[in-house]
């Protein structure tokens, strides 16, 4: 079972690459929301969400882009937690 998790991991690994590679040409940043999307439409990933944005992170720095940690969910999360003392 081991083989496979590797082998998935590896997969997730050059597509993040490829995904990288490609954002670099056209633009200066990679969207973490974005590349979520795109990846997980190509394949399903055991990966969770914030290990891939790290992949993303490491693999855009590897290349000089700038990295968006703009992953909807995150801010839903975040602003579903109670926040005491705070007024806007």
Request: one cysteine or more.
């Amino acid at each position: 079972m081991q083989y496979a998790e590797d082998i998935t991991l590896r997969r997730v690994k050059m597509l993040v690459e490829q995904y990288v590679l490609t954002r670099s040409r056209r633009y200066d940043f990679v969207s973490t929301e974005l590349a979520c999307r795109a990846i997980r439409e190509v394949m399903r990933s055991p990966i969770k969400d914030a290990e891939l944005d790290r992949m993303l992170a490491r693999s855009a720095a590897r290349q000089g882009l700038s990295v968006r940690f703009d992953r909807i969910a995150a801010w839903q999360a975040a602003s579903s937690s109670p926040t005491e003392g705070v007024s806007l």
